[in-house]
C-alpha cells in the first residue's frame, strides 16, 4: 500500500517539526504549510490524504480555511487546538472537520486519530453509499445494525427506540468524536434550543445500560463541552 500523504498546516516551527517526525516515523509523508493561503495552494498542489489543520494562523482563521477545504472535497480533515479555543473546536467539527486534537498531545493520540480518519475515508470511499457494515463490536459490547440488537457480554440490552438511535449513530463511526450538536439532529431533527439536557440525559440511561461501571465509560467516552466519541472496534 502506498505511503498516505498528509498535510501539516501549523505556523509554530516546533510543533510543526514534532508532528512531521512522528508522522515519518510512521510512514506517512508530510509536507507542511505555515499560513492559510499557503494550505490551501499546497491543497491543490499535493491533494493530501489528510490535513492536520491548526485553527490559529497569522494569515486567516483556520475556520476558514476548512471552509475553503469543504467547497473543494472531502479530505480528512483533524483540527489542532488550543485549549482555549473550544468554540472554534465544535463549529470545525459542525463544519465538516473529522475530529480534533488539543495541544499538547502525544504521539500514540495523534496516530490513533489520523488512523481512524483514513479507515473512514477508505470505509466511505469503498462503499460509495452502498453496503454499510452489518455490526459494531468492541470489548464485550455489539451492536447488529440489522437486528438493531445490542450485547453486552452476549447478554441482549434493551435501549429505547431513542437510546438506540444514539448508540447507532455512534457505533457506525468508531473512534470518532460525533458533536452534541450532530447527535441531536441525527437523533431528533433539527433542534430548536442549544440545550443538550436531553441527550445528557439519555446517555446516563445508555451507560447504565452498557458500562460495567457508568462514572468510568468504557464504551463512550465524553468529549468535554463537544460530544461523544465511541470506542474504536477490535481489530
Ligand atoms: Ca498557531
Redesign the pocket.
Known amino acids: 500500500m502506498a505511503d498516505y500523504q498528509i498535510l501539516i498546516v ?3 516551527e516546533a510543533i510543526a517539526h514534532v508532528m512531521e517526525s512522528i508522522l515519518l516515523a510512521n510512514h506517512y509523508i508530510p509536507v507542511t504549510a505555515k499560513t492559510g493561503g499557503q494550505a490551501l495552494e499546497m491543497m491543490q498542489a499535493h491533494h493530501p490524504d489528510l490535513v492536520l489543520l ?1 485553527l ?2 497569522p494569515d486567516m482563521d483556520g475556520i476558514e480555511v476548512l471552509r475553503q477545504f469543504r467547497k473543494q472535497g472531502q479530505v480528512p480533515v483533524l483540527v489542532v487546538s488550543a485549549r482555549d479555543q473550544e468554540r472554534q473546536k465544535v463549529e470545525a467539527l459542525d463544519l465538516g472537520a473529522n475530529d480534533y486534537i488539543t495541544k499538547p498531545f502525544g504521539s500514540s493520540e495523534l496516530l490513533a486519530r489520523i488512523r481512524v480518519a483514513l479507515r473512514q475515508r477508505a470505509a466511505a470511499l469503498a462503499m460509495g453509499g452502498a453496503g454499510q457494515p452489518e455490526r459494531y463490536a468492541a470489548g464485550g459490547l455489539t451492536v447488529d445494525f440489522d437486528k438493531r440488537q445490542v450485547k453486552v457480554d452476549g447478554k441482549e440490552v434493551h435501549l429505547t427506540q431513542i437510546e438506540y438511535k444514539i448508540v447507532e449513530f455512534l457505533a457506525r463511526q468508531p473512534g470518532r468524536v460525533l458533536t452534541y450538536d450532530a447527535i441531536m439532529v441525527h437523533v431528533w431533527g433539527p433542534f430548536l434550543t442549544d440545550d443538550n439536557k436531553i441527550l445528557r440525559v439519555n446517555m446516563a440511561n445508555i451507560r447504565r445500560k452498557l458500562e460495567k461501571n457508568p462514572a468510568e465509560p468504557q464504551y463512550i467516552q465524553t468529549e468535554m463541552g463537544v460530544g461523544y466519541r465511541m470506542a474504536e472496534e477490535d481489530s
Open positions: 501549523e505556523d509554530e491548526d490559529g494562523l
